[in-house]
């Protein structure tokens, strides 16, 4: 399968400080999604971005699709607790079968 | 009401066992996925079906066996279970084989396996 990349693996921040995680693909998507898993709970859908430089916001979160299509980034801006998770993309060469990035896991210390 | 929803939620059992894990979803989408999460997190593609047809096998071991009896249930058999197996298996669908591009993945609960 294609490699999906995420950086960093681990992140801790105190609360209200922003958070960012990359997603980076070692070939052209035609689709990313991004999806968050709470300690102990299973990924649920966040956002798909498909077009190339693509921006959606959702809230504090801003997701971005880079103009190559073959990077992604997540940021949140003044976490919360109950930001806590790990945040995976999903990357897609062909539009059909995603593959999971390696996610990052978020820690927010109150 | 679930919509994706697997059992048992925790499956603890010796080497060497046979179990099954079952899942339903009541979403009328006509894909659905295994997918294995291992102690790092990383989420890995096991297999997919669309209306009841094997799409996607990727490099699992033969003692996994995923059947499909009708598009809104997807089992998975595992032989002779390993230490290895151990792992948080979930079950996803998404609409149409194409769909996980529009409304993403739909994942149930996942089940725990734990092998001793």
């Known amino acids: 399968g294609q490699q999906v990349m995420q950086i960093p693996q681990y992140q801790h921040v105190q609360e209200g400080e922003d958070f960012t995680t990359y997603c980076n693909s070692s070939?052209?998507?035609?689709?990313i999604q991004w999806y968050k898993q709470r300690p102990g709970g299973h990924p649920v859908f966040l956002i798909q971005l498909v077009k190339s430089g693509e921006v959606k916001k959702q809230k504090r979160l801003t997701f971005q699709f880079g103009e190559a299509k073959k990077n992604s980034s997540l940021h949140i801006t003044a976490t919360q607790t109950t930001d806590v998770g790990t945040y995976f993309c999903a990357g897609s060469r062909t539009g059909n079968q995603f593959y999971f990035g390696t996610g990052t896991s978020l820690t927010v210390i109150p | 009401d679930t919509a994706v929803s697997q059992t048992p939620k925790y499956l603890v059992t010796q080497m060497g066992n046979d179990k099954s894990i079952k899942c339903e979803q009541n979403?009328?989408?006509?894909?659905m996925y295994w997918y294995k999460q291992d102690s790092k997190k990383f989420l890995k593609i096991m297999f997919s079906y669309n209306n009841k047809e094997l799409i996607i096998n990727e490099t699992v071991p033969n003692r996994f066996s995923p059947k499909s009896p009708d598009k809104a249930h997807l089992n998975l058999h595992i032989n002779s279970l390993e230490l290895g197996d151990s792992a948080v298996y979930f079950c996803?669908?998404?609409?149409?084989?194409?769909?996980?591009?529009?409304?993403?993945?739909?994942f149930g609960s996942g089940t725990r396996l734990t092998v001793v």
């Open positions: 070939t052209t998507l035609s689709n």
């Open positions: 979403l009328g989408h006509d894909t």
């Open positions: 996803a669908s998404s609409q149409g084989w194409t769909g996980g591009a529009t409304s993403g993945y739909t």
